[in-house]
């Protein structure tokens, strides 16, 4: 069983950042959602704080990580440009979905959205943690700002999804492939 | 556009026209020993105020310039940062350095004051939807007659 190096990073920015970060969202906005809905908002115990405190950092680290390692690591390779006379597209991503109006659509409408939308999750969780950090149990008393972080935290989630499956699609129809085979285990 | 009106957080400042979200009564432990501890009834909101702000200003300067780069050359090749990624290493650390440095100046400003906040989270929204309409490559290309 072999990876190619390529592969494993693309893999790491999608499931091990992007999709853990994906998966963090529903904690966050349910336990903000607690605090922000009306009828009895519900202040945290400076013991629950801390705890929503750490989750909301792993998911600022995480938010970070899957945007700079898909800028910087991903994204060169899918945009690679081939050799003039280059049959075969298929370590070229964006080359390949461009040589076709069938395909054309993932990387106009699919990748020139995810590249730029998935910059609002990390700026927008990085202050919902400071906010949160900041004001502690109190936040559970000022309404205006949590509504603003509530709401913030959702379009955080929109864009981390829209970045997400585009993604996946992206690499259902052009991977991003090569690079050092990496032996992972010897099949039977 | 006016700028928002800012008062010091003291409590000796709590007169009329200060702006400040009043405290509900304390619920848990933390906030009794809070309250038990003499804090003052009132929170500063400045410096969520300007998290806040700066978060929109950010968010919108990634689509501002997403679509600066798309429509003009020139620009899209000053963005190129770092030739392998393009225009995204400009568009984005700049989009960056415009959220961070708001940040830092609005919470100077701010820091230790409360503010009208409805005014900051009105724009902030306005920021934050505009941002998300500008990275939305059908919308782009409406801007620019495509």
Excluded at chain 1, 73 to 100: E, H, N, T
Excluded at chain 1, 139 to 160: G, K, N, P
Excluded at chain 2, 49 to 73: K, Q, T, Y
Aim: glycine share 10%; proline share 6%; net charge positive.
């Amino acid at each position: 069983m072999e990876i190619s190096f390529r592969d494993l990073m693309t893999v790491l920015h999608g499931m091990g950042f992007g999709a853990l970060f994906m998966l963090a969202f529903s904690g966050a906005i349910a336990e903000l959602y607690r605090m922000t809905a009306p009828g009895g908002p519900s202040v945290p115990s400076p013991r629950e704080h801390r705890l929503l405190m750490v989750y909301l950092v792993a998911m600022v680290v995480l938010a970070w990580a899957a945007v700079f390692s898909g800028a910087y690591i991903v994204y060169p390779w899918y945009r690679a440009v081939p050799p003039a006379g280059l049959a075969d597209l298929s370590s070229y991503p964006k080359s390949l979905l461009m040589s076709s109006r069938d395909t054309s659509g993932w990387h106009s409408l699919g990748m020139e959205w995810k590249e730029h939308v998935a910059w609002l999750a990390p700026i927008s969780i990085t202050m919902v943690a400071y906010v949160f950090g900041k004001y502690g149990p109190a936040l559970a008393r000022l309404r205006q700002i949590r509504h603003a972080v509530l709401a913030f935290t959702v379009v955080a989630f929109i864009a981390t999804g829209v970045a997400g499956a585009f993604g996946a699609f992206l690499n259902k129809y052009a991977p991003v492939r090569g690079g050092t085979a990496i032996h992972l285990m010897t099949g039977e | 556009m006016n700028a928002p009106q800012t008062r010091n957080s003291s409590p000796s400042t709590a007169d009329a026209g200060l702006v400040r979200e009043s405290l509900a009564p304390e619920k848990t432990a933390g906030a009794k020993s809070a309250a038990q501890s003499g804090s003052a009834d009132t929170i500063a909101n400045g410096p969520a105020a300007a998290a806040i702000l700066a978060a929109g200003i950010g968010c919108f300067a990634v689509g501002l310039f997403a679509l600066a780069g798309d429509a003009f050359p020139a620009v899209a090749r000053f963005f190129t940062f770092y030739k392998p990624t393009g225009a995204l290493s400009g568009v984005t650390t700049s989009a960056i350095v415009v959220w961070l440095l708001s940040w830092f100046a609005l919470s100077r400003q701010w820091g230790t004051k409360s503010v009208a906040l409805g005014w900051v989270i009105l724009v902030s929204s306005v920021l934050l939807a505009l941002s998300l309409m500008l990275t939305f490559p059908p919308f782009m290309d409406l801007l620019q007659g495509k």
